[in-house]
């Protein structure tokens, strides 16, 4: 099996193909960063940019056209690309486990 493949199955929703403008920042960085997203699912993206190794493990991700905010966590990186996880379904996730397993040990 491909690394590629590997990654997919590893996903708990499909990404599609974008080309979208975005930035990053965080409060390491003096200014935004701008980078490409190639491609997005409700739970992740993944972003081209310069020196992508180079990012911090969290940063925020604004995409443009959009105002909110996106809280991202670095899942894996090659020199210009970068896989991230965006932290709101991560946060939203465990607390839906926590609430399957109470719901279960109180049923």
């Not at 701008?34 to 081209?48: N, P, T, Y």
């Not at 990012?55 to 090659?78: I, K, M, N, Q």
């Not at 020199?79 to 709101?88: I, K, P, R, T």
């Not at 839906?96 to 109470?102: D, G, I, K, N, P």
């Amino acid at each position: 099996m491909t690394k590629a493949a590997v990654e997919t199955d590893q996903r708990r929703s499909r990404r599609r193909p974008v080309y979208m403008k975005a930035s990053i920042s965080h409060s390491t960085l003096s200014e935004g960063l701008d980078c490409i997203v190639r491609e997005i699912s409700q739970d992740g993206a993944r972003l081209e940019l310069p020196h992508a190794k180079d990012l911090p493990l969290a940063f925020l991700l604004r995409l443009d056209g959009e105002t909110a905010l996106r809280l991202c966590t670095t899942a894996w990186h090659s020199d210009n690309q970068v896989g991230v996880e965006f932290s709101q379904q991560i946060i939203e996730r465990n607390a839906q486990s926590r609430t399957a397993v109470l719901n279960f040990h109180t049923a």
